[in-house]
């Protein structure tokens, strides 16, 4: 939708420009949008000037710009806002941001009271923050208070008050209530209406004042939320007890009025502890960041604020304390706990030369660790950083939910004025007509909307952190559960990632030979079959000019001679005649073994020297990753650059349903494809050469003991080397997902019953008050349901236990 906002001027940075032919173009697409009087582009400063009377929104002129290929440089904000109370003030809070110019996308989470706030360049949060209060809400920038990040307004004091409001109501309301029991036998013990009037009245004023401040900003902002149908619903109770009363009349209702708002305060309150449970594994992650590390220095060790510590610094960590950075042990040896990181619940053994995790819980030893990472770069910060923004975005049924929030209110206030007309001109009691309009307003549940979704969201991606599983959004999440193809890479993902050099077959001369001048070509290289050559041999000689050949093999000169070392297809490529080898190769092939051929120049001629057979044994817990995801009703795939025997080796004895062998790392992009016009897929791999098929997928999934690149172009990350985590990231989508449809059909179900019910006179306005304050309670209590769930036992876990 485009929003007009009406500024003078606007300021783009602009990325991607790299002349002056390319500020014109970035000009010319500016000044083609509707609205834009003038626009100019400074190559220099990279920075677009967009003039008009009323421009459109940021975020069209930055779609414009990236039509003609280039991008908005974009900043990032993230403001805690308080005064939220439904869905309704979700979409408020959204609409006021979205009118600051500059603004590109805002995603606000009602259950954390966040809004993450995109802008063009760095956001002036001031600006942000007074749009917000011009809307009848508080905020701060979440950027300077480091410490607030995984809490609410609930989470920062607001429970004690809450409380204590909640229990002078209670005490206030109970003698209004209370005689009504008494009718029950037939007595008569209701108070004087004088009496009920001095004990309702600071509960409709003083105590229901939050009400009647955040439903008179929404009424000043044009729209309507949860507190204004509360503040009109009582006040029409309130108020024709008090005409009554002034008339000499018994028939009062300040125990309904007082009750309903006694009733929101006690929903209010279980709803704010609900919500802190929600966000327990953000907590639980920030709580696992020391403050303090132990430095060696010349002069001896000295306790340092951890942000002091810098790059190369040796820490000394002791036993039972928290590792404070991410680095490498280079004295002691010890066993790290790192269960609430990784999800693995057995220590981990650490000797000299292991990478240790900050955050994870130091054993038996003393241990002097080299830091390697520091701040927002170690790996529970980044852990930090996926949990966070995979709560803070919207899943896409959220979208829905957002455009019903958007008229509930209008629609249930109509309904209410209907509601007391209709009774009203039919039965000319408007006694009548009144409390059932009252009972239209205050069974009306918006909040049950805004928290069905984002809650399930933060529960899911909760437990699946916990259990080393980490969803980078919610979009994924909700995707996850539609999967119906599985497709993985072979070497790191469903083998060890370890091969063996298991058999060396010179066409002439000896074994080690053949097995010294391929260690040569490959010295340096971090190849999985280089690494099992080079621990057969010790290079006799230097390569020079060494060069991969993608999906073949690679190149280099040895003592002057030009090598190949690589598969068939580069043997047939270089026209290198592989003789009297072929059938034992056949042989290896149908075994499972991975080949490598060895060729050399020959004078004018290129001849074999032999061949190299490996063996990259499954991973423990393979054969039962895959069985688990066929009960689940998925189909597997192996996509593989290996020949085709080696291939179809190892996915027959793990119970693949298919298998693409010999397929280059730029194919594996087509496979996926391929395959996603038969259903939603996700790929599973751990290597830079899978990033490609993992972006191109519905749902990548990265082993987190692979590369960085792969875990960046992942949507899943598996924080420990274990396959079978692969189906509990689908079980645990499945879980949320129904979650978040159970919920939405409790909120919805809420409103679509009771509010029929109340318009026809069957729900009085207690009952519909309770019901309304334990509709939220009742969503975040089937939500909480979600933090049972475990990861099933893998096959580490089952030996654990035996073995204990």
């Given at each position: 939708m485009n929003t007009a906002i009406a500024a003078a001027d606007l300021r783009l940075p602009i990325e991607g420009m790299t002349c002056a032919s390319c500020a014109g173009r970035v000009e010319r697409a500016l000044k083609q949008i509707p609205g834009v009087e003038d626009a100019s582009v400074n190559l220099a400063t990279e920075i677009a000037e967009v003039r008009g009377s009323a421009l459109p929104s940021a975020a069209d002129i930055a779609r414009a710009i990236e039509a003609a290929g280039y991008a908005v440089g974009a900043g990032e904000t993230e403001l805690a806002i308080e005064g939220m109370t439904c869905a309704s003030c979700v979409g408020r809070v959204e609409r006021a941001l979205r009118q600051v110019p500059g603004v590109l996308d805002?995603?606000?989470?009602?259950?954390?009271?966040?809004?993450?706030?995109?802008?063009?360049?760095?956001?002036?949060?001031?600006?942000?923050?007074?749009?917000?209060?011009?809307?009848?809400?508080?905020?701060?920038?979440?950027?300077?208070?480091?410490?607030?990040?995984?809490?609410?307004?609930?989470?920062?004091?607001?429970?004690?008050?809450?409380?204590?409001?909640?229990?002078?109501?209670?005490?206030?309301?109970?003698?209004?209530?209370?005689?009504?029991?008494?009718?029950?036998?037939?007595?008569?013990?209701?108070?004087?209406?004088?009496?009920?009037?001095?004990?309702?009245?600071?509960?409709?004023?003083?105590?229901?004042?939050?009400?009647?401040?955040?439903?008179?900003?929404?009424?000043?902002?044009?729209?309507?939320?949860?507190?204004?149908?509360?503040?009109?619903?009582?006040?029409?109770?309130?108020?024709?007890?008090?005409?009554?009363?002034?008339?000499?009349?018994?028939?009062?209702?300040?125990?309904?009025?007082?009750?309903?708002?006694?009733?929101?305060?006690?929903?209010?309150?279980?709803?704010?502890?609900?919500?802190?449970?929600?966000?327990?594994?953000?907590?639980?992650?920030?709580?696992?960041?020391?403050?303090?590390?132990?430095?060696?220095?010349?002069?001896?060790?000295?306790?340092?604020?951890?942000?002091?510590?810098?790059?190369?610094?040796?820490?000394?960590?002791?036993?039972?304390?928290?590792?404070?950075?991410?680095?490498?042990?280079?004295?002691?040896?010890?066993?790290?706990?790192?269960?609430?990181?990784?999800?693995?619940?057995?220590?981990?053994?650490?000797?000299?030369?292991?990478?240790?995790?900050?955050?994870?819980?130091?054993?038996?030893?003393?241990?002097?660790?080299?830091?390697?990472?520091?701040?927002?770069?170690?790996?529970?910060?980044?852990?930090?950083?996926?949990?966070?923004?995979?709560?803070?975005?919207?899943?896409?049924?959220?979208?829905?939910?957002?455009?019903?929030?958007?008229?509930?209110?209008?629609?249930?206030?109509?309904?209410?004025?209907?509601?007391?007309?209709?009774?009203?001109?039919?039965?000319?009691?408007?006694?009548?007509?009144?409390?059932?309009?009252?009972?239209?307003?205050?069974?009306?549940?918006?909040?049950?909307?805004?928290?069905?979704?984002?809650?399930?969201?933060?529960?899911?991606?909760?437990?699946?952190?916990?259990s080393g599983i980490l969803i980078k959004d919610a979009e994924a999440l909700e995707l996850a559960h539609k999967v119906q193809v599985v497709a993985f890479d072979k070497t790191g993902t469903l083998t060890a990632g370890e091969p063996r050099l298991v058999e060396a077959l010179p066409l002439a001369g000896e074994r080690d030979a053949l097995v010294s001048l391929a260690a040569a070509l490959q010295s340096g290289s971090e190849h999985p079959l280089a690494r099992a050559v080079l621990r057969e041999a010790t290079p006799a000689a230097v390569a020079s000019d060494t060069q991969a050949l993608p999906g073949r093999g690679l190149k280099g000169f040895v003592d002057g001679r030009e090598v190949w070392l690589g598969n068939l297809a580069l043997m047939q490529e270089i026209q290198a005649d592989v003789g009297e080898l072929r059938t034992r190769a056949n042989e290896l092939e149908s075994n499972g073994h991975t080949l490598s051929w060895l060729a050399a120049g020959d004078g004018d001629a290129v001849r074999v020297h032999g061949l190299l057979a490996f063996r990259d044994e499954p991973r423990v817990g393979a054969r039962e990753a895959v069985a688990r995801l066929h009960r689940l009703g998925i189909r597997t795939v192996m996509i593989s650059g290996d020949n085709e025997g080696a291939a179809r080796s190892i996915a027959g004895s793990?119970?693949?349903?298919?298998?693409?062998?010999?397929?280059?790392?730029?194919?594996?992009?087509?496979?996926?494809?391929?395959?996603?016009?038969?259903?939603?897929?996700?790929?599973?791999?751990?290597?830079?050469?899978?990033?490609?098929?993992?972006?191109?997928?519905?749902?990548?999934?990265?082993?987190?003991?692979?590369?960085?690149?792969?875990?960046?172009?992942?949507?899943?990350?598996?924080?420990?080397?274990?396959?079978?985590?692969?189906?509990?990231?689908?079980?645990?989508?499945?879980?949320?997902?129904?979650?978040?449809h159970q919920n939405l059909f409790w909120a919805f179900g809420y409103n679509v019953v009771g509010i029929p019910l109340a318009a026809i006179g069957l729900l009085n306005p207690i009952f519909a008050g309770a019901a309304m304050a334990f509709s939220s309670v009742s969503v975040l209590g089937n939500t909480l349901l979600l933090k049972r769930w475990r990861p099933a036992p893998s096959h580490t876990d089952r030996e654990t236990n035996h073995a204990a």
């Open positions: 805002v995603s606000v989470n009602l259950a954390t009271e966040h809004a993450r706030v995109r802008t063009a360049g760095n956001a002036d949060t001031a600006k942000l923050i007074a749009a917000l209060e011009a809307a009848g809400y508080i905020a701060r920038s979440l950027q300077e208070v480091p410490d607030a990040t995984a809490t609410s307004a609930s989470d920062r004091g607001a429970l004690p008050k809450e409380a204590r409001h909640l229990l002078i109501a209670a005490i206030l309301t109970a003698p209004l209530v209370l005689p009504m029991a008494g009718m029950l036998f037939g007595q008569h013990w209701m108070l004087p209406g004088w009496l009920q009037f001095a004990l309702a009245t600071p509960v409709q004023f003083w105590l229901g004042a939050r009400f009647y401040r955040a439903g008179w900003h929404a009424l000043r902002a044009g729209t309507g939320n949860m507190d204004l149908l509360v503040a009109l619903g009582t006040s029409a109770g309130y108020g024709l007890s008090v005409y009554h009363l002034l008339q000499g009349s018994s028939a009062l209702y300040f125990e309904a009025s007082a009750a309903i708002i006694t009733l929101i305060l006690l929903g209010k309150f279980l709803e704010a502890r609900a919500k802190r449970q929600t966000t327990e594994a953000i907590r639980a992650l920030q709580a696992l960041k020391p403050t303090t590390a132990r430095v060696r220095t010349a002069t001896g060790d000295t306790d340092v604020a951890v942000e002091r510590v810098k790059v190369g610094d040796l820490v000394v960590v002791r036993p039972g304390e928290r590792f404070p950075v991410d680095g490498e042990v280079r004295e002691g040896r010890t066993h790290a706990d790192e269960s609430l990181i990784t999800g693995e619940s057995i220590p981990v053994a650490k000797d000299a030369g292991d990478r240790v995790t900050g955050g994870a819980v130091n054993g038996e030893g003393v241990v002097v660790v080299e830091t390697l990472a520091i701040g927002s770069e170690t790996a529970l910060a980044r852990i930090i950083r996926l949990v966070e923004d995979a709560q803070a975005k919207k899943a896409p049924i959220q979208k829905t939910v957002d455009r019903v929030s958007a008229i509930f209110v209008p629609v249930v206030v109509a309904v209410a004025l209907l509601t007391m007309l209709a009774w009203g001109l039919a039965t000319q009691d408007w006694n009548a007509a009144i409390l059932n309009a009252v009972a239209v307003l205050v069974i009306a549940c918006p909040c049950a909307l805004g928290l069905a979704t984002p809650t399930a969201i933060m529960a899911g991606t909760g437990v699946a952190a916990r793990l119970g693949i349903d298919e298998v693409y062998a010999n397929v280059r790392p730029e194919q594996k992009v087509e496979v996926v494809r391929e395959l996603k016009a038969q259903g939603v897929v996700a790929m599973v791999g751990d290597g830079i050469n899978d990033a490609p098929a993992l972006a191109a997928s519905d749902v990548g999934i990265a082993m987190g003991s692979g590369t960085d690149v792969a875990m960046h172009a992942a949507a899943v990350t598996l924080m420990r080397p274990e396959i079978t985590l692969v189906a509990d990231a689908i079980d645990v989508s499945r879980r949320t997902t129904s979650k978040i």
